[in-house]
């Protein structure tokens, strides 16, 4: 019988994923327990309840980008009359700044832990892992071990950051896990990685005035749309951002005047420079190792730690995974939530909705942003062929950029259509401020099954960013020049 259980539903890991699951479970009658624990970062970092988004990811990045996008504001309002006295003397106070944002991740960290109480879901400060199918255990901060049994068990333990196998790089690197809470500002900085948090975190250290170098071993955001993503790493680099490109770090070492970095250039030479600062964004590592799925069958995909599921369900009927920790799913905050979600209206409401993963609008805060939603150029030559796909592109200037006379050389946009009857969009693409502001709703058309002559009919609202996607004309194929005429 149900009975024989303590708990409904188990979840490991109390993250974006792990939490919507275990709320919405409770929700709907459900006795549930959430297992959540933080293993300290190598350099001794830590934090609360929330999982990465709240803690390391999402919303301390977004603050830190909004610091930076003000530092630039401050200068922007001069242009506009504000009385600014001593402009040339601005500068982040970096104490100032991961003080705010700590305090705020504590708050939420708090309203998380209040919430959980409410919805009657047990919350369990423990590493947990399989003793057997229907059997977790938990090591807690003590030592000592909570075992629990569930009749349903979700896993939803996410990621960590991943070091380099070159010498000294545990030792004098840092990730995403400690940047947000360094006590010391970070200095001169090398980051090492360009896919999209190593790209965010460089915006906006740059932005707030610290010299700063990404290092890209191949290409720039691998998996979006190469053009946009080279428009993107070209602001940076205007901005002031350094790259290194086709060089791979091989040794960080700690030296009186800083981190001494080695690495290998594209010419198969060493070169060499000293840092204050050394971030690594290569990629997460998914954390089932912990987690002794063989005392449950549970199978794992061998090349990245991940689990493969279909609907959200691992190859052991009761046992379920969401979030980061699914193998080629978008890794995303609300792509977690939802599918949390919905699992538990299917496990306890007699749902049928299943997660639909295609289609997720995402967006790179760097300095100057890219929202996107739906296929890349690249992909969609792949996937319908060059001859069967129009791309419409333009070149935009924002009305408000023209006063401060900011740069808008790469405000650019285009949209992928069909080239059948229908001209239905397949995917959106927008480089400016607030892109993901600007794309959010467009999501919702493409959901809707968007043509392009449903775009074209639809009337804007000026003086936006966002109207330019609506007023986009000119073709790739046309070889028109998509700069503004004026
Ligand atoms: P997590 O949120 O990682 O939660 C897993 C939890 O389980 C953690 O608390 C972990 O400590 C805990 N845990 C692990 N193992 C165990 C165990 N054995 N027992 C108990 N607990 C365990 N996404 C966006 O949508 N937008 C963004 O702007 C964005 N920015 C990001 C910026 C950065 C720097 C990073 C790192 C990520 C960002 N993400 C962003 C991604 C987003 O944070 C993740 O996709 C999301 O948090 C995944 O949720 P999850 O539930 O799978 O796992
Ligand atoms: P990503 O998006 O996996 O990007 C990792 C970046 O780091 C990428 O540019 C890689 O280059 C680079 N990389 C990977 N390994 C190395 C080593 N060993 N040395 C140097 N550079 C390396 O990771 P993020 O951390 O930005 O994001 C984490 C996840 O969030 C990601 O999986 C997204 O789906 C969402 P490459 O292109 O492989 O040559």
Request: a neutral charge.
């Amino acid at each position: 019988s149900e009975e024989q259980y303590m708990y409904d539903l188990v979840v490991l890991g109390g993250g974006s994923g792990g939490l919507a699951a275990a709320k919405q479970a409770a929700e709907l009658g459900a006795r549930v327990a959430v297992f959540d624990y933080v293993t300290p970062s190598p350099k001794g970092t830590k934090w609360g309840l929330g999982g990465t988004c709240v803690n390391v990811g999402c919303i301390p990045k977004k603050l830190m980008h909004q610091a930076a996008l003000l530092g630039e504001a401050v200068h922007e309002a001069a242009a506009f009359g504000w009385v600014i006295p001593d402009i040339k003397s601005v500068q982040i106070n970096w104490e100032a700044l991961s003080v705010a944002v700590q305090n705020h991740i504590k708050s939420v960290n708090w309203v998380t832990r209040v919430d959980l109480k409410n919805k009657k879901v047990e919350y369990i400060n423990a590493l947990g892992y399989f003793k057997d199918p229907h059997t977790i255990g938990g090591i807690m901060k003590n030592g000592e071990e909570n075992v629990v049994t569930a009749k349903n068990i979700l896993i939803a333990v996410g990621g960590r950051p991943k070091y380099p196998d070159i010498p000294g790089a545990i030792e004098n690197g840092i990730t995403s896990d400690d940047i947000f809470s360094l006590s010391q500002p970070p200095g001169k900085t090398l980051i090492v990685g360009a896919g999209y948090i190593g790209l965010e975190c460089a915006g906006f250290l740059n932005g707030l005035g610290y010299n700063t170098t990404v290092m890209v071993r191949s290409i720039i955001l691998r998996g979006f749309d190469q053009q946009m993503a080279n428009i993107i790493a070209e602001e940076m680099e205007q901005r002031g951002v350094h790259f290194i490109y086709q060089a791979k770090p091989k040794l960080i070492k700690k030296e009186a005047d800083g981190i001494l970095v080695h690495w290998v250039d594209k010419l198969g030479q060493v070169q060499k420079d000293v840092y204050d600062t050394v971030l690594f964004a290569i990629g997460r590592r998914a954390l089932t190792k912990d987690l002794k799925l063989e005392n449950a069958g549970v199978i794992c995909i061998p090349d990245d730690d991940k689990i493969d599921a279909v609907d959200e369900q691992t190859n052991v009927p009761h046992i379920y995974a969401v979030g980061d920790i699914l193998h080629k799913k978008p890794e995303l905050t609300p792509v977690a939530i939802h599918a949390g979600k919905l699992l538990s209206k299917r496990l306890f409401a007699n749902s049928s909705e299943t997660m639909d993963y295609t289609n997720i609008a995402t967006t790179v805060f760097s300095p100057l942003e890219y929202g996107c939603v739906g296929l890349s150029e690249e992909q969609a030559n792949i996937i319908y062929g060059e001859d069967n796909i129009e791309i419409y592109h333009a070149y935009y200037k924002p009305t408000e950029f023209f006063i401060p006379q900011k740069d808008n050389s790469h405000c650019y946009l285009k949209v992928v259509t069909l080239r059948n009857n229908d001209q239905k969009v397949i995917g959106m693409h927008f480089i400016g401020p607030n892109a993901g502001e600007v794309i959010q709703g467009f999501a919702t058309a493409i959901k809707s099954n968007l043509t392009f002559p449903i775009l074209k009919s639809t009337v804007g609202i000026h003086p936006t960013s966002a109207e330019e996607l609506i007023r986009v004309f000119i073709t790739k194929r046309s070889k028109m020049d998509p700069k503004p005429q004026s």
